[in-house]
């Protein structure tokens, strides 16, 4: 299974949304600049977080994004889900039923064991995905960084996050 970048980007910048103080938001510019990713792609990775409810946006000279609830309400799923879509990352193609010994479509009315297999397979990262919050994230990244690093990216946010418009 692969994950896109966006999904990784998308994570990174709601983690980044946490530290925002109330009524501020950060431009897609931003978020791109502090991360070295083109800003079309993070703005359409934001575009889905938006979407889904993730994050809230506001256009306009005062326009930018900021999480729309709790980051202990938002999960990896969430935000792979908003990216990646929620259809399964496996999809049977029943070749068990092509070539010369293939199957009869009669006899193919449960998944094949391959099919099963990944199913279970895919459970087990969905559900594993679901128990990781954003703010879970967020305090794994403030305990394992350095205050400097910290202090570096609270002088950044204050620097860049900006009053947002009440327009949505």
């Not at 925002?20 to 070295?36: N, Q, S, T």
């Not at 703005?43 to 999480?67: C, D, N, P, T, W």
């Not at 792979?80 to 039923?97: D, L, M, V």
């Not at 954003?134 to 394992?144: F, K, M, R, S």
């Amino acid at each position: 299974m692969q994950i896109s970048k966006g999904v990784e980007w998308a994570a990174h910048a709601a983690v980044m949304m946490i530290a925002l103080p109330e009524g501020r938001g950060l431009k897609a510019e931003a978020l791109a600049r502090y991360h070295e990713v083109p800003t079309a792609y993070m703005a359409k990775q934001l575009q889905a977080l938006s979407k889904a409810g993730i994050v809230q946006s506001s256009r306009g000279a005062h326009g930018g994004y900021r999480l729309a609830k709790a980051a202990t309400d938002i999960t990896l799923w969430d935000i792979t889900a908003a990216i990646e879509g929620h259809g399964p990352a496996f999809r049977c193609t029943e070749i068990r039923q092509n070539g010369p010994c293939g199957l009869k479509k009669k006899d193919c009315s449960k998944p094949c064991q391959i099919a099963s297999a990944f199913a279970v397979a895919e459970r087990a990262f969905r559900d594993s995905l679901k128990t990781v919050t954003i703010a879970d994230l967020g305090a794994q990244v403030v305990q394992n960084s350095r205050p400097e690093h910290l202090s570096d990216v609270g002088h950044w946010l204050e620097s860049e996050t900006m009053p947002l418009s009440e327009k949505t």
